[in-house]
């Protein structure tokens, strides 16, 4: 049974760019976080999903910020026109079920520089 | 406005020892504390959790104990090996469970041999 994965570890982009980053929720599950860790910062809740639903978006930031969790396929968390600040260590976990479970499963990250 | 500090930033311990380290929160409503261990490279790995109800929880050589007046937590190595070298993570909750964690910034655990 494969962990979280989530693609690719490692992501360059210059300023004004997209990125997306991709994560796929350990089979069975349907309940999707993504957090960001800034250097020496713990991690930061940023945006909890299920299949088609957001469920809660308040820790994203109000512009340049989205994330779906499609009906097929895996979850994305997109960043328009990216500045420097945006670059940090983004992590997805899952969980099978809601928000009452305990055991949350992290990804390895991806680690998104913008130059 | 930081909800979970913790504390030290970085922890040297001797192989054998007891690592200590320890968070304090300031949201009454938190009622879930979880303990999370990252190595380099990979996410967190929840390690050890807590619930308000009970003092003090222990599995293994992890301990967590728990002052709800005093709204602190602290995670407990015993017998500390090499391998225990990583970052630990406190983190506390509403709702019981894992959405919305709040993350301590982190203790960086170095085990010598």
């Known amino acids: 049974n494969a962990g979280v994965m989530q693609n690719p570890r490692h992501l360059v982009r210059r300023r004004g760019q997209e990125a997306r980053l991709r994560c796929s929720p350990m089979k069975g599950h349907s309940h999707v976080y993504w957090y960001r860790q800034l250097p020496e910062e713990g991690l930061k809740f940023m945006v909890y999903?299920?299949?088609?639903?957001?469920?809660?978006e308040s820790g994203m930031p109000k512009e340049r910020f989205s994330a779906e969790f499609p009906k097929e396929g895996p979850s994305i968390l997109r960043i328009q026109q990216v500045v420097r600040g945006d670059s940090a260590a983004y992590f997805c976990?899952?969980?099978?079920?809601?928000?009452?479970?305990?055991?949350?499963?992290f990804g390895s990250g991806t680690q998104l520089s913008v130059l | 406005q930081q909800q979970v500090k913790q504390s030290p930033q970085s922890l040297i311990v001797q192989k054998g020892g007891i690592s200590i380290i320890n968070c304090a929160y300031e949201?009454?409503?938190?009622?879930?504390f979880p303990w999370y261990q990252q190595f380099p490279g990979k996410g967190p790995a929840l390690l050890i959790a807590?619930?308000?109800?009970?003092s003090e929880k222990k599995e293994g050589r992890f301990t967590i104990s728990f002052n709800k007046s005093a709204k602190q937590f602290s995670l407990h190595i015993m017998d500390s090996q090499p391998g225990d070298s990583a970052t630990y993570f406190c983190?506390?909750?509403?709702?019981?469970?894992?959405?919305?964690?709040?993350f301590g910034k982190g203790t960086k655990l170095t085990v010598n041999p």
């Open positions: 999903l299920q299949k088609e639903n957001i469920i809660d």
């Open positions: 983190a506390s909750s509403t709702q019981g469970g894992s959405e919305k964690l709040v």
């Open positions: 949201n009454t409503a938190f009622d879930y």
């Open positions: 807590i619930r308000p109800d009970v």
């Open positions: 976990a899952s969980s099978p079920r809601g928000p009452t479970n305990e055991k949350l499963f």
